[in-house]
């Protein structure tokens, strides 16, 4: 009976700090205190003669720990599995985020060059509108030079009706990607 109790209570001290050990380190180190714990309780059974019934109770009892430790283990991986397809997924977004902030940022780009490019040709327009004018007023053209002229002018608005149009399909475009 007296060493029933002494036993008893290093039993459960053992499991408390078993427990107690489990928060504490790593589930590797959990596994392998766990394992130097049923060493010295063999050393310990080996010095003091234990019953039978003492021997199982406590292999029982490091079985116990020793299976709590590899579901431990096993929940820690699963939960390492999640959290690197959870970080994959996230990835992707951000892939599919970036790559649409391109597609966006190229056509805002297109439809500024596009813009100056109406722009540059407005004014080209009202330069040669101003320079036949003037010529008009001094009568330094003939008919058909006026003509000629006129042609250029006309060819210069359905260029700038094309841009426009451009333009046009480049904001439908733009406004379509950021919705």
């Given at each position: ?5 002494p036993?008893t ?71 390492a ?6 970080q ?19 056509a805002?780009?297109s439809?500024?060059k596009?813009?100056e ?5 407005r004014?080209?327009?009202?330069k ?12 330094k053209?003939?008919?058909?030079e006026i003509?000629?002229?006129?042609i ?17 399909k ?7 990607l950021?919705?």
């Amino acid at each position: 009976m007296k060493t029933k109790l002494p036993l008893t209570f290093l039993l459960l001290l053992g499991s408390y700090s078993l427990s107690a050990q489990a928060v504490k380190d790593t589930l590797s180190k959990t596994t392998d205190s766990i394992a130097l714990k049923q060493i010295e309780l063999q050393k310990v059974a080996q010095e003091k003669t234990l019953t039978p019934e003492e021997a199982a109770a406590i292999k029982k009892a490091a079985d116990q720990k020793q299976k709590q430790a590899e579901k431990m283990k096993a929940d820690a991986e699963k939960q390492a599995q999640k959290l690197e397809k959870e970080q994959r997924k996230l990835e992707k977004e951000q892939k599919r985020f970036e790559k649409e902030q391109k597609k966006i940022a190229s056509a805002e780009k297109s439809l500024i060059k596009s813009k100056e490019k109406l722009v540059k040709e407005r004014n080209k327009l009202e330069k040669m509108q101003t320079k036949l004018e003037k010529s008009k007023r001094k009568g330094k053209l003939s008919d058909i030079e006026i003509e000629k002229e006129n042609i250029e002018i006309s060819k210069q608005q359905i260029k700038l009706k094309e841009i426009q149009e451009d333009i046009d399909k480049a904001e439908k475009k733009v406004n379509k990607l950021r919705n």
